[in-house]
């Protein structure tokens, strides 16, 4: 098991880009399939394929690309990341997976979800990427975001399909679903 530390840290070293695009598309996929079970329902492995595609191919390049530009360019990273980054991440996300789901209005989400999910996203965000811009060596940063997305993919991937991106949506769907698992076991 301690090998595997060291060949991803060589992996990232020499293949920075696709090792922490791997990586962070692995997480954040894994966060759609954590949201679908959590909801108790039966697993949906298109949604998740729907998922894992426009984050390979979109989220987690723009990610990479992103982070090595605050880094070189920009003094006031954690501002420039809410400003421009979250709602270019918060828009492709939910006209993406409306893309990919063939619906008839791609933009119907969007126009619903945005600024709830923005709003939620100004909770999480700022804190991850404060220590993210702090404390993380710059070839981890878009891994230590994929993990942080792990946690963001269950809440949007939950937004997109049933919430109405507020955090409140999510906690009360979550804890409906918690409260009445643990009703349901037997008392020893």
């Avoid at 619906?103 to 979800?113: A, C, E, M, R, S």
């Amino acid at each position: 098991m301690a090998g595997w530390w060291p060949a991803l840290s060589r992996a990232a070293r020499r293949h920075p880009w696709p090792t922490n695009v791997l990586l962070y598309g692995s997480l954040f996929t894994a966060g759609d399939a954590l949201q679908q079970r959590l909801q108790g329902g039966e697993a949906d492995w298109r949604q998740t394929w729907r998922v894992a595609t426009l984050v390979v191919t979109f989220h987690a390049n723009f990610n990479y690309v992103w982070l090595g530009l605050l880094e070189r360019a920009l003094p006031a990273k954690l501002l420039c990341d809410q400003v421009v980054a979250a709602p270019i991440a918060i828009s492709a996300f939910y006209a993406g997976m409306s893309i990919l789901q063939e619906k008839d209005d791609i933009f119907l989400d969007l126009k619903q979800k945005f600024w709830n999910t923005y709003l939620s996203g100004l909770v999480y965000w700022p804190f991850v990427q404060l220590t993210n811009f702090s404390l993380v060596p710059v070839q981890w940063r878009t891994a230590y975001t994929g993990v942080c997305g792990f946690l963001w993919a269950i809440f949007i991937c939950f937004s997109q399909q049933s919430g109405d991106g507020t955090l409140k949506s999510a906690f009360t769907i979550f804890r409906t679903k918690w409260t009445s698992a643990i009703e349901g076991f037997p008392e020893k």
